[in-house]
């Protein structure tokens, strides 16, 4: 079942309990999804590539508005990003631990030979690629900085 006929299952299913959080979430979901096939040049369908990389920028987007708005002290908006934070991730791989991170990264860096920090660049490259999904960038950049260090 492809994002865009789970994501319009989960609205129906939204609307009949009455829930605005999910329906809300949802439904940016949904236009995310209708501006991708829609954009020009577009073949009209997405992959799951793309799919992946839509849910990845709207959880992202939703955890830098939460930290935002945690440090402004805005309790009801924090709520509501972290509530549609919460429906997006749903729809994401698993994310892998701190520690399955390094242990990725270990065997990308042996695998494309990188010994010090001007290698950083080769393992970035590779580890987007393998752990698109799974990982926040920040914490992948940060970690492979102390494996090279």
Known sequence: MSLKSQVESGIKDAMRA???DTLR??????SLILLEETKGGGS????AD???KLLTKAAKQR???ADIYKAQNRADLLEKEEAELAIIEQFLPKQ???????AK?????TRVGASGPADMGKVMGAATKELAGQADGRVVSTLVKGLLA
Do not use: F, N
């Open 18 to 20: 009455k829930d605005q």
């Open 25 to 30: 979430a949802l439904r940016a979901i949904k």
């Open 44 to 47: 009209g369908e997405l992959t």
């Open 50 to 52: 793309d799919e992946l």
């Open 63 to 65: 955890r830098e508005s």
């Open 96 to 102: 892998l631990t701190e520690d399955e991170i390094k």
């Open 105 to 109: 990264l270990q065997e990308i860096i």
